[in-house]
Nanobody
Framework: QVQLAESGGGLVQPGGSLRLSCAAS????????MGWFRQAPGKEREFVAG????????DYSDSVKGRFTISRDNAKNTTSLEMNGLKPEDTAVYYC???????????????????WGQGTQVFVST
């Protein structure tokens, strides 16, 4: 099983930056592809970014491409989401998730991710 814990959310002004982190409690972290998803009030959960088990390949939704960067450190069992140029529409609860299928490219489908963290809130507002 995989336990995931996100951190790093908070309130930031438009144009600002935040770095989200996700710590995984699992024996072999590199067995899992990792993804970040978000859910805004009244909206469905959506894919934000994904990284393969090796960290070599990444994928981003069009809405965040060029602004967000996903990375992972298999030695530390962590994955991160660096968010720059934040916009009010980025306001959401952000979740990290683990995909045991080692998908390539990283899966964008929620049901491919069997393990989820509790989420961390990001507010982008003046």
């Amino acid at each position: 099983q995989v336990q995931l814990a996100e951190s790093g959310g908070g309130l930031v002004q438009p144009g600002g930056s935040l770095r989200l982190s996700c710590a995984a409690s699992v024996r072999i972290f590199s067995n899992y592809g990792m993804g970040w998803f978000r859910q805004a009030p009244g909206k469905e959960r959506e894919f934000v970014a994904g990284v393969t088990w090796s960290g070599r390949f990444t994928d981003y939704s069009d809405s965040v491409k060029g602004r967000f960067t996903i990375s992972r450190d298999n030695a530390k069992n962590t994955t991160s989401l660096e968010m720059n140029g934040l916009k009010p529409e980025d306001t959401a609860v952000y979740y990290c998730a683990a995909d045991s299928g080692r998908s390539y490219p990283p899966s964008r489908r929620i049901y491919d991710y069997a393990f989820w963290g509790q989420g961390t809130q990001v507010f982008v507002s003046t």
